[in-house]
């Protein structure tokens, strides 16, 4: 399978699950994964919500940033990957002056 994220539009929205700020992506959906390359602009957060349709995985490429599962907070740089198992609560906030930008992979179970 190959999927061109350039022949993908980027959307741009605000206060992702009742987060801050503004978020950009562009997102591949199908019955077995959701795969999205993500940026949480400068000042923005995804706010706390359960993750239901699978392991939630966050890859970062670029800025730093705060991850919160299950009320455990971790720190995200560049190389780092959150995860949120499927069933718990996270969080993810952009805490420097840089879009935080990930890739986050959800394989759906």
């Known amino acids: 399978m190959r999927i061109d994220f350039n ?3 980027s ?6 699950d009742n987060g801050t700020g503004m978020m950009s992506a562009r997102m ?3 019955d077995s994964y959701r795969i999205v390359p993500t940026a949480i602009h400068p000042g ?3 706010g706390t919500h359960t993750q239901n349709s699978g392991d939630d995985m966050n890859y970062v490429i670029s800025g730093t940033g705060k991850a919160f599962c299950d009320g455990v907070e971790e720190t995200l740089r ?4 959150h995860i949120c198992p499927k ?4 969080s993810i906030i952009n805490t420097g002056e840089e879009d935080l930008v990930m890739l986050t992979i959800v394989v759906k179970k």
Do not use: L, Q, R
């Open 7 to 9: 022949e993908i539009d």
């Open 11 to 16: 959307v741009t929205f605000p206060g992702m």
């Open 28 to 30: 591949y959906n199908d």
């Open 44 to 46: 923005g957060s995804i």
């Open 78 to 81: 560049p190389g780092v990957m």
């Open 87 to 90: 069933g718990s609560e996270h």
